[in-house]
T-cell receptor
């Protein structure tokens, strides 16, 4: 089952904040976040593993609520370079070797304007 | 480190032809994943491979599609007798192993157009 992201799209003025949510109907074991600019490859942002875990990456941070089966990505003081489509990815580590098939969310298009 | 290398970047095939997409993972990465992306849509899992083994192919169509990751050389995604609905961007990703610790590194993708 594909995680559902909200909102689908958001437009910000430079310097504004945004929150992107990722919800799953299945139990979440880990959550990855990626950003994809138009015509380019997705780029890894961060992983969250434990319930309640929060992580930060410059002005981008995320939280993971295991009970609610939800993760949120926080973008503060947005910059033009933050524009792109954000995807969450969820999965369960499979076997020996620790590989993990990720199921990606529906995506959130973020546009930052001057 | 050259990153994940995919080629070709763009591929045009006529209906009924075969398409071969190549992916060389990052040095030290033994896990390879293939995803398909339609315009304005998300990434759909196709197959997960390690060297000489298909670990999970639950996202691969049963017919016409196959994937391999040989002991030597790149991973290959092969689509036989392509149809217009196969037109999409195909992304390969690699990781060094435990994706509880490491994220995916994606290649630049191959954009397949079937005419």
């Amino acid at each position: 089952q594909q995680p559902v992201q909200s909102p689908q799209a958001v437009i910000l003025r430079e310097g504004e904040d945004a929150v992107i949510n990722c919800s799953s109907s299945k139990a979440l074991y880990s959550v990855h976040w990626y950003r994809q600019k138009h015509g380019e490859a997705p780029v890894f942002l961060m992983i969250l593993l434990k319930g309640g875990e929060q992580k930060g990456h410059e002005k981008i941070s995320a939280s993971f609520n295991e009970k609610k089966q939800q993760s949120s990505l926080y973008l503060t003081a947005s910059q033009l370079s933050y524009s792109g489509t954000y995807f969450c990815g969820t999965g369960k580590t499979i076997l020996t070797g620790g590989g993990n098939k990720l199921t990606f969310g529906t995506g959130t298009q973020l546009k930052v304007e001057l | 480190n050259a990153g994940v290398m995919q080629n070709p970047r763009h591929l045009v095939r006529r209906r009924g032809q075969e398409a071969r997409l190549r992916c060389s993972p990052m040095k030290g990465h033994s896990h390879v994943y293939w995803y398909r992306q339609l315009p304005e849509e998300g990434l759909k899992f196709m197959v997960y491979l390690q060297k000489e083994n298909i670990i999970d192919e639950s996202g691969m169509p049963k017919e016409r599609f196959s994937a391999e990751f040989p002991k030597e050389g790149p991973s290959i995604l092969r689509i036989q007798q392509v149809v217009r609905g196969d037109s999409a961007a195909y992304f390969c990703a690699s990781s060094p192993g435990d994706t509880r610790i490491y994220g995916y590194t994606f290649g630049s993708g191959t954009r397949l157009t079937v005419v």
